[in-house]
Nanobody, 125 residues
Framework: QVQLVESGGGLVQAGGSLRLSCAAS????????MGWFRQAPGKEREFVAG????????DYADSVKGRFTISRDNAKNTVYLQMNSLKPEDTAVYYC??????????????????WGQGTVVTVSS
């Protein structure tokens, strides 16, 4: 089993920044890759960014490239999502996810086996 706990969401004005955290615990091999997804009201859940614990390979959605940065602290078993230059369209519930995929950074939510409870990010214009 893997447990994921997100934190760091909130209300911010457009152009501002937030940092989300995802604390992971449980079977290491079951969480080889970590992803951040988001879901806005009335929309499907979409991939935001992902990172592998070993090697640190990352991948991003085109919509956040250059604005968001995903990183991990292996000692703390925590993954971060630094979000800069936030836009109103970034408003969503952000979810942390984990999977045992051995290669790459999957962008499909159905691939991920474990999910956090979500944290709300609201960007005002």
């Amino acid at each position: 089993q893997v447990q994921l706990v997100e934190s760091g969401g909130g209300l911010v004005q457009a152009g501002g920044s937030l940092r989300l955290s995802c604390a992971a615990s449980g079977r290491t091999f079951s969480r080889a890759v970590m992803g951040w997804f988001r879901q806005a009201p009335g929309k499907e859940r979409e991939f935001v960014a992902g990172i592998r614990w070993s090697g640190g390979r990352t991948d991003y959605a085109d919509s956040v490239k250059g604005r968001f940065t995903i990183s991990r602290d292996n000692a703390k078993n925590t993954v971060y999502l630094q979000m800069n230059s936030l836009k109103p369209e970034d408003t969503a519930v952000y979810y942390c996810a984990a999977d045992k995929t051995l290669i790459g950074v999957p962008k499909t939510s159905a691939v991920y086996d474990y999910w956090g409870q979500g944290t709300v990010v609201t960007v005002s214009s």
